[in-house]
């Protein structure tokens, strides 16, 4: 049984639909950030496709966690971590076994780590070199993407309450099929909120799904709302939908933080996810945290989708927060597609290779 060193992290990240890998220093120092975008792959289909994604990640793992390492100068790493949940399972697979394999050669420890912690503490990594900016607790996270949309009570480092999540689709998810629609194209994220930027968002009102007395979201109800007004009209504007469209999403996603960060009476608040690279989001949500006395931040734009360096930096503050920092000694880390939140109280996602 050996302690960890986790002074270079190599990490791998498959869970949907980009093949990832970087090479983290002493938590803080990015050598590397490799990210392969299937993008290409599921664009014509508008969304992603679990059993191409799945060959994709196969295909591509190897050379991406080889270009990870010769970004990085080839170091040898001293532990290797990847996610094994949430995501989806064939992604899973191919992490777990590429990360199980680098961490046989290298006979280093292997670290599990949630890919929503990643996209959490993600939020920790400043715009110059090896720049931390450790998060302030107690926080309101809101984790946003294409698969999730999540409230939490964070306390400290791996000390979790989960307050909400989307009783259907997830806000990243609301955009693609808005998008899909509208004929934009995949991911839509981007393409409806640059359609957005030239429309008026009073032109149309979509609901705002607030669902009072509840931390949980519903994003399914303005997809419909968006494709009924599509079907009935018929000279539509495109940058009109978008704006109201975008403007129903990030009104609700916003005020039901900041009704968390007030109930709970926490003053911070961190946004992170692929969603949180969105203009308006950063925007309204900074305005009206402060208009509350509330501190609201977010994730770089550049690391706010899927990479591999927020599935290190996880990894770095949960091997310096385990309990014992020795590993178990265990046939496999198991993948888990539907990972729940869980506190960082045990050593379940350690294994010793060596
Ligand atoms: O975190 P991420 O890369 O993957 C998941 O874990 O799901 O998030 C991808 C999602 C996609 O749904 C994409 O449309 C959305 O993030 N997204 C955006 C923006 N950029 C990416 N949504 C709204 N506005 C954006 N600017
Ligand atoms: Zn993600």
């Known amino acids: 049984m050996r302690k960890i060193d986790p002074s270079i992290i190599l990490a791998i990240e498959t869970t949907c639909d980009e093949t990832a890998s970087a090479v983290l220093k002493n938590g803080a120092e990015v050598l590397s950030n490799v990210v392969y975008t299937q993008i290409d792959i599921h664009k014509q289909y508008a969304g992603v496709v679990p059993e191409l994604a799945s060959r994709a990640h196969a295909a591509k793992v190897a050379g991406v966690i080889a270009a990870a390492l010769k970004q990085a100068g080839n170091v040898k790493p001293t532990c290797i971590a990847f996610a094994n949940g949430p995501g989806l399972p064939g992604g899973l697979v191919v992490g777990a076994v590429a990360a199980r394999t680098a961490a046989s050669i290298y006979k280093v420890p292997l670290i599990g780590v949630n890919h929503l912690e990643g996209h959490l503490y993600a939020c920790e990594l400043g715009e110059s070199k090896s720049q931390i900016i450790p998060l302030d607790f107690p926080s309101i996270s809101l984790i946003v993407s294409g698969g ?53 968002k009073d032109a149309i009102k979509f609901p705002r799904p607030l669902m009072p007395g509840t931390f949980e979201f519903s994003f399914s109800g303005i997809k419909t709302a968006v494709s009924y007004y599509l079907r009935d009209n018929k000279n539509i504007s495109a940058p009109d939908v978008c704006a109201a469209f975008e403007a129903a999403v990030v009104e609700t996603l916003v005020k039901k933080t900041i009704d968390a960060a007030k109930k709970f009476k926490v003053k911070n608040i961190a946004v992170g996810g692929g969603v949180a690279a969105n203009r308006l989001l950063r925007k309204m949500m900074t305005q009206k945290a402060k208009d509350v006395g509330l501190n609201a931040r977010f994730v770089l734009r550049t690391l706010s989708s899927d990479n591999a360096v927020m599935i290190a930096r996880a990894a770095y503050k949960k091997i310096n927060a385990a309990v014992k920092t020795k590993t178990n000694r265990r046939n496999a880390i198991p993948i888990r597609p539907d990972m729940a939140l869980k506190n960082w109280n045990n050593n379940d996602d350690f294994l010793d290779n060596a």
Do not use: I, M, N
Request: glycine share 16%.
């Open 148 to 200: 999730h949309t999540e409230l939490w009570l964070v306390k400290g480092y791996g000390d979790y309450k989960l307050l909400g999540k989307t009783r259907d689709d997830a806000a990243g998810e609301a955009f693609d099929k808005v998008a899909k629609l509208l004929g934009l194209g995949y991911p839509g994220g981007p393409k409806v909120s640059k359609q957005a930027e030239l429309g008026d």
